[in-house]
């Protein structure tokens, strides 16, 4: 089956997003063991990739007009996915200035301010790189 382009990007989003979750826990995992560099790099990496994701993400709403995939799933899984979803958007929009401030903060230098505002950018951001692989497993390959 020949899939068009914007078709496609709803994979590509997922991938995208599955490679910034790959890339937040490395991060974590380089901080906690104190390769501030790695972690530099990792972290730097995951919100590029998050900026593509971004980009095709809004190229691909674009190209669709803003037609929403239906969830085809049922009963507690229904409920499940909507709780899911909602949060994912709320926290998507949220983690925008987080991760900014975030990484301003970093690149100025100000350590104890950046891991302070870390501590409550990175679960969220982590959530909503996780929560949106998921939508597009509910979505696309589950149901």
């Known amino acids: ?13 997922a991938l995208l997003n599955g490679c910034a979750t790959v890339l ?21 990496s995951a919100f590029s990739v998050s900026i593509v994701f971004l980009v095709f993400y809004v190229l ?9 995939t239906p969830f085809g799933g049922e009963g507690a899984w229904r409920t499940f996915y909507y709780i899911m979803l909602v949060t994912h958007i709320v926290l998507a929009i949220a983690i925008v200035p987080l991760v900014l401030t975030t990484l301003t903060l970093a690149i100025k230098g100000k350590r104890e301010r950046h891991r302070a505002w870390a501590r409550w950018t990175f679960p969220i951001w982590y959530y909503v790189s996780v929560t949106g692989v998921l939508v597009y497993c509910f979505l696309y390959q589950w149901f």
């Open 1 to 13: 089956m020949n899939m068009t382009f914007t078709e496609t990007l709803p994979t590509v989003n």
């Open 24 to 44: 937040l826990t490395a991060g974590f995992i380089c901080i906690k063991s104190g390769r501030e560099k790695a972690h530099r790099t990792c972290m730097i």
């Open 60 to 68: 691909h709403k674009y190209l669709v007009q803003g037609v929403h």
